[in-house]
């Protein structure tokens, strides 16, 4: 048992030089971070032990801008992308033949580079002195008024920033949803048509059970990733993200350490542990939620 | 009878509405995911002044150039974008690989005491945020004075546990018998990880490769955070900086021929690899 003891540390040498420099020092170091008050950069030196930088992140209006953008985000971009995936995996194991080629065609957002294509979007969103902008014209030819969702109002923003973060989380759900569809087996929608269930019926009470741990498993992963939104914002409205109020709190966190207004990587780490907190807090809850209706 | 063929005839005609209806719906998907990468590709072949000129966006160029393919190469500095971020994805997926294949086997097939505790502890990281470490390793890299280098940009990017989790599960479904046939015959551990294990699992070796040459291909967050000399800018980094200082002017056509340039790579490995790439992808992505 003990024979190759040695050897197996060896192998394991790397990885262990690897996580225990870039993760396990500092999950430590950030705590320490997050408690040294006026820790100054260039001097590596700090008055103080306490809560301070948290109370000073938490007073901050930019931080609790972050927090709400952060929000909002959230709380439109996962039922969306969630209730829409699902609607498309249903609508593709339905159709047969054609299903690879849209499967194939729904997947190539995630293969994409966010600030690349976040650039194409601005394009199609932006009012210009030049042209209103595709989308604009789209709006004006139901009737409607145009406006500058880059750089107009609160909630043109929003929607941009809510609708590119769909087109982008989307690719993942639907080939999570799409699998775990495939994987029903047909015996007991065929014995559900015996007995003369109605398609809504069928859905509602075999698909939807039959597949929601998955559907679960996809709110607790679209949550905590949505809360960790930050290039698809870059990427629509620039690098100062504060200037254009559509921050979110990974934004924050790293306009502290390294930006304009960088150069405090306490505030960026108490940031850091407040967000990890919200995360862990929301996906307990995720979990109890799903423990009571998920019978797995 | 008459009447039951009625029924029959009607349910078959509802049934292949539905289908059209969803058909129809699905394509307008389709469309939404489609029209940004042809609108990208139009703008790109436009020339700067027809650009402008149209108020209106038409939906064909009328007269197409490749100037614009020109311009982002002479004009920004987007080839040394590319050899950068080329440099970068091939060095820190060859680490992570021979990282990950070591530690993979070292769980998988040799007997050491704590195994199972630093499994575990491996598999606790698997649970925390970038966002934690990345602050104390902007500290490290900055101290050691590795900004703007290959060696910042790398080393914190090689470790993926979940990959060495990945490679593990597949590394324990090789037979015992094989490992021990071997022994016998005095294979040495590392020729029989070399000559037996890597070549059976090649399929997951190949998943893992893929995915994290997406990765490195995209990454946006820690570049950006470790390097602001433009030499050393990989593409996330790039675009972003042709948007905010590029050409001197506001010149679309040719950001786009940029935006093109980047996209292209990953866009033909996904067509190529589609389904190790979904397959992988629904093993173990993540990404939203």
Known sequence: MKKNGLKAWLYLLPSLIFLGFFMVYPLVDVLIYSLEEGYNSASQTFTGVGLYNYAYVLRDPYFMQAVKNTFILVMITVPVSTGLALLISLGLSSIGKLRELYQTIYFLPYVTNTLAVGLVFMILFKKTPYTDGMVNLLIGLFGGRSVDFIEGPYWAKMFVLSFYTVWIVLPFKILILTSALASVKKDYYSAARIDGASGFKIFTRITVPMISPMIFYLIITGFIGAFKAYSDSVALFGTNLNAAGMNTIVGYIYDMLYGDSGGYP??????????????????????????????? | MNDYEKIERRAAKRKRAVRIITIILLSVWALIVLFPFYWMVLSSIKSYSS???????????????????????????????????????????????????????????????????????????????????????????????????????????????????????????????????????????????????????RPTLVTITILKVIECWNSYVWPRLITDDRARF???NGIQEIRENGFGRENIPAMMAAVVVISVPLIVLFLVFRKKIMEGVSRGGTKG
């Open chain 2, 234 to 236: 990989l593409v996330s």
């Open chain 1, 266 to 296: 306490s505030y960026a780490s108490a940031a850091a542990l407040i967000l990890f907190a919200i995360v862990f807090t929301i996906t307990v809850i995720n979990l109890l939620i799903s423990r009571k209706k998920v019978n797995a």
């Open chain 2, 51 to 201: 650009y402008n000129s149209e108020r209106i966006p038409k939906f064909i160029a009328e007269a197409p150039t490749f100037k614009n393919y020109v311009s982002a190469f002479t004009e920004v500095p987007l080839a040394k974008y590319f050899v950068n971020t080329l440099i970068f994805t091939v060095i820190t997926t060859a680490l992570m690989l021979v990282v990950t294949v070591l530690a993979a086997f070292a769980f998988a097939r040799l007997d050491f005491r704590g195994k199972n505790v630093v499994f575990a502890l491996f598999l606790a990281l698997m649970m925390i945020p970038n966002e934690l470490v990345i602050i104390t390793n902007f500290q490290t890299i900055t101290n050691l004075g590795m900004r703007n280098t290959f060696h910042g940009l790398i080393l914190p990017s090689v470790t993926s546990v979940f990959y060495i989790y990945l490679l593990k599960e597949n590394f324990e479904s090789i037979p015992d018998e094989l490992y021990k046939a071997a022994k016998v015959d005095g294979t040495s551990d590392l020729k029989y990880l070399l000559k037996v294990m890597i070549p059976i699992s």
